[in-house]
Structures are given as structure tokens and as C-alpha cells.
């Protein structure tokens, strides 16, 4: 599995960043029981950022916790089945036969910020905002209510499952 972070951004967090991302990529994976070795890139960066970025690929203008850039295009979110077509290797890199995720994107500012808001640390949001954009990755989404449901019991589901529990 290759996981590049890269942080943009000279404001910080007293975090293992790696650490973190690292557990609740994982169990993510293992949650949705994914059969593949993945590649995923994740951007640390701040509010003014993440806001330029998000005008440019969603032409919203304001800062957001965090993007998630699939490279997938599921026929049902979290089934990975269709990979298996012959026609679907473009899907993995052809260096490493890793699947290509995707991209997720974080303001750290956000973090703090939210962690204030939710009254839970930094550790537990920046998990929270990792597990939320893993399932974006898988396809899920949480436009109508249902989805939001799903996607809040399955987030706190990857989230207990290593102990990122609210404190």
C-alpha cells in the first residue's frame, strides 16, 4: 500500500498526522474489505487552501473540512467486483498493480476548528474527517438522508473499530 502525505500548509496540529491516517486508512479498507493493494494520496493543508480548491474543482467560495477526489467510478458503492474486468486495469497503477483511490484533501485549520465545535479532540476529527472521505473514496455519498445515515454508522463504525472514540 503506498499512502503519500504531503502537507501544504505552516500550520500545525500536535499530531502523528501518519499515524493516524495510516490506522483509519486501514481499517477502512478492511471494513469495506477491499481486495486490493491501494495508492492514495492525502494534501494537508489550511482553510485558504482547501477554499482555492475547492472554487476551482466545485466553484464553491469558501473554505471546507475536507475534498475527496475518487478515481473510481462504482456501480454500487463499496463493491469492488467490477475491477475485475479485464477492461477496468487502467484502474491500477502499472508499476506497482496498486488500485488507484484517489485523493483526499484536509484543512488542518478545520480540524481545530471542528474539534472545538464537536468538543472532541483534534485526533478524533482529523480520524473523523479521514473515515469520511475513505467512504466518498468507495462512492458513498450523503446527498439524501438515507445515505447520511449509512455513511454516519459506518464512519463511527471504522472509528471505534481502533478506538477514535468522542472524548
Known sequence: MNIQIEKETDFDLDLDYEKIIDEIVNEALDYMK??????????LSD?????QVNLEQREIDAPTDVLSFPMLDYETAGD???LERE??????????????????????EKVREQAKE?????????AFLVAHSMLHLFGFDHV???ERVEMEQMQEEILQNKNYRRD
Request: aromatic share 12%; net charge negative.
Open 34 to 43: 477491499c481486495p486490493y493493494e491501494i495508492e492514495l494520496n492525502v494534501v
Open 47 to 51: 482553510n485558504e487552501g482547501i477554499h
Open 80 to 82: 469492488f467486483s467490477f
Open 87 to 108: 477492461e477496468e486495469i487502467y484502474n491500477f497503477n502499472s508499476d506497482t498493480g496498486e488500485l488507484l483511490l484517489g485523493d483526499i484533501m484536509i484543512s488542518l
Open 118 to 126: 464537536y468538543n472532541h479532540s483534534e485526533k478524533r476529527e482529523l
Open 144 to 146: 439524501k438522508d438515507e
